[in-house]
């Protein structure tokens, strides 16, 4: 069975400090892992993936993450943090199922 | 913006009503998911399809059934709704492989 874990329900960190959101999986075979942003009363819009290749990925308003496949990890990090990054943030894999499964989210606030 | 769309956006109704959650996607994907997300933020997948007349329940047990007659469209239906189905529904599509799913902007359902 596939599985994503979030360890934290909410992440602090001052403006321009560096974040870190964590996610770690579990799925047969290669993954494909995937992270979403969330603002209230919002869907969820992407902002990168890994497929295969590099292991760091660059995405959408500075995000990056870095495939760890050793230990099975893919978190979320961003160098600056501004306030407006402020969200839900889940994390996501897709295995041989085709099956998306989440992780039960991390609520990011960013202080100014 | 991704062309999904998900009617109606806030829906309050009675116990014991018939609903149908609308879902329809333009983009042409094969595989559209419904997910249900707790007022706190977790989601849940409770439905999946990957293309015409194949539909699959999820990793969340649910009282709802869907359909998936043609491509664009995926309805959640409850026969009879209960206070205990109050959530928010998100509807998503994406093709086969890495590429990242695309979401709806959700249907927040109280049942009163």
């Known amino acids: 069975a596939q599985s994503v874990a979030q360890p934290e329900d909410q992440v602090n960190v001052a403006e321009g400090n560096p974040l870190t959101v964590k996610c770690t999986y579990s799925?047969?075979?290669?993954?494909?892992l995937f992270w979403y942003v969330q603002y209230p009363n919002r869907g969820l819009q992407f902002l990168l993936k890994?497929?295969?290749?590099?292991?760091l990925v660059k995405g959408s308003y500075g995000f990056e993450a870095e495939f760890n496949k050793s230990q099975t990890s893919f978190h979320l990090k961003k160098p600056s943090a501004l306030v407006s990054d402020s969200a839900l943030y889940f994390c996501?894999?897709?295995?041989?199922?085709?099956?998306?499964?989440f992780g039960t989210g991390t609520r990011l606030q960013v202080f100014p | 913006e991704a062309d999904i769309y998900q009617t109606p956006r806030y829906l309050v109704i009675g116990t014991g009503k018939k609903i149908t959650l609308e879902c329809s996607q333009t983009?042409?994907?094969?595989?559209m998911y419904w997910y249900q997300q707790d007022p706190g933020m977790e989601l849940h997948l409770i439905h999946y399809?990957?293309?015409?007349?194949?539909?699959e329940k999820g990793d969340l047990s649910s009282e709802s059934t869907v359909s998936r007659i043609r491509t664009e469209h995926f309805p959640l239906t409850l026969e009879s709704a209960r206070p205990s189905h109050t959530s928010q529904y998100l509807c998503?599509?994406?093709?086969?492989?890495?590429?990242?799913?695309?979401f709806g902007q959700g249907t927040r359902l109280t049942v009163v």
């Open positions: 399809s990957y293309g015409v007349n194949s539909t």
């Open positions: 799925v047969s075979g290669n993954p494909y």
């Open positions: 983009m042409g994907h094969d595989k």
């Open positions: 996501a894999v897709r295995g041989f199922t085709d099956k998306l499964i």
């Open positions: 998503a599509s994406t093709i086969t492989g890495g590429t990242e799913a695309f």
């Open positions: 890994y497929i295969t290749g590099d292991n």
